[in-house]
């Protein structure tokens, strides 16, 4: 995983982006991060252990890409192809992706928790043990992909599908089944849990 080193601007407590010695917000040179991530992304490469947390990337091509223990977390990603991508341990809790097309991506045990999902496509994928927790979730489609142990608890859904999807140990909040379209995928395999007055059952 990522080496945490703390933004340089004092009280800021994010940690820095990239090579640089500043948090995404604080950075001095936007033009100077974006041509870094413009030579670092790209179609069939591979990174690990970066910290891109707060970056905005928008219309470029990372399909093919591997990437390994990354920390993304509040990123905005727009138009981005990430087809045909390898993730494992990757955090992009609380960051916003919208008309990203993830098909044919390799997942595993990243986390999504808090963002918004908008216009995505994640045909024909797997997304094994991922964190949907709380995400916002519409205009998207997961079909045709395995959902193995992942969780979209407290999700919230509209316009979304997950047909002929393996949905196997894949938790739900009950109720969001009539938010998302899952026909044709294992349902009775899905755990799906009553919200209590003290928050989600066991
Ligand atoms: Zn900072």
């Not at 986390?111 to 994928?125: D, N």
Request: proline letters at 3%; hydrophobic letters at 40%; a negative charge.
């Amino acid at each position: 995983m990522f080496v945490f080193r703390p933004c340089s601007v004092g009280g800021c407590g994010k940690p820095a982006v990239g090579p640089f010695d500043t948090c995404a917000a604080h950075d001095r040179d936007p033009n100077r991060l974006q041509a870094w991530l413009r030579e670092t992304l790209g179609p069939g490469r591979s990174i690990a252990d970066l910290c891109l947390a707060g970056i905005s990337l928008a219309d470029i091509d990372m399909s093919g890409m591997q990437i390994v223990g990354c920390e993304l977390s509040g990123a905005k990603l727009e138009k981005v192809n990430l087809q045909g991508t390898r993730w494992q341990h990757v955090f992009i809790d609380d960051g916003s992706l919208t008309r990203c097309d993830f098909s044919g991506a390799d997942i595993r045990s990243s986390v999504f928790s808090g963002s918004i999902v908008e216009e995505c496509l994640f045909l024909e994928s797997d997304l094994v043990m991922c964190n949907f927790l709380g995400a916002r979730c519409h205009d998207s489609r997961f079909d045709h992909s395995n959902l193995y142990g992942s969780r979209f608890l407290g999700a919230r859904f509209q316009s979304v599908s997950m047909k002929d999807c393996n949905l196997t140990r894949a938790y739900f909040t009950a109720g969001q089944e009539a938010a998302v379209d899952l026909r044709s995928s294992n349902t009775n395999e899905a755990v799906f849990i009553t919200e209590t007055a003290s928050g989600c059952a066991p």
